[in-house]
Nanobody, 115 residues
Framework: QVQLVESGGGLVQPGGSLRLSCVAS????????MGWSRQAPGKQRELVAQ???????IYTDSVKGRVTISRDNAKNTVYLQMNSLKQEDTAVYYC?????????WGQGTQVTVSS
């Protein structure tokens, strides 16, 4: 059983930055992929970014150029560096890990972008 624990969320002003962290109970090098999704109030959960075991990354269009996903296998941790935050980035951010065909999810961390 994989357990994921997110941290790093909070309140930030527009234009600010946050770095989210997700620590996995297992070795991140054994996961086929890890990533972050988010869910804003009244909206469906959407993919934000993903990184595969080979290091390939994908980003949703709305965050490209502002967000970077990275992974530290030695620390079993995946990060989401978010810059130039906008009010529309406000959401609960969920970390996930994929061991095909199973997805594992963290409990989520709230990110609020507001002045």
């Amino acid at each position: 059983q994989v357990q994921l624990v997110e941290s790093g969320g909070g309140l930030v002003q527009p234009g600010g930055s946050l770095r989210l962290s997700c620590v996995a109970s297992g070795s991140t090098s054994s996961f086929h992929a890890m990533g972050w999704s988010r869910q804003a109030p009244g909206k469906q959960r959407e993919l934000v970014a993903q990184i595969t075991s080979g290091g390939a990354t994908i980003y949703t269009d709305s965050v490209k150029g502002r967000v970077t996903i990275s992974r530290d296998n030695a620390k079993n941790t995946v990060y989401l560096q978010m810059n130039s935050l906008k009010q529309e980035d406000t959401a609960v951010y969920y970390c996930y890990a994929v061991v095909v065909p199973q997805y594992y999810w963290g409990q989520g961390t709230q990110v609020t972008v507001s002045s």
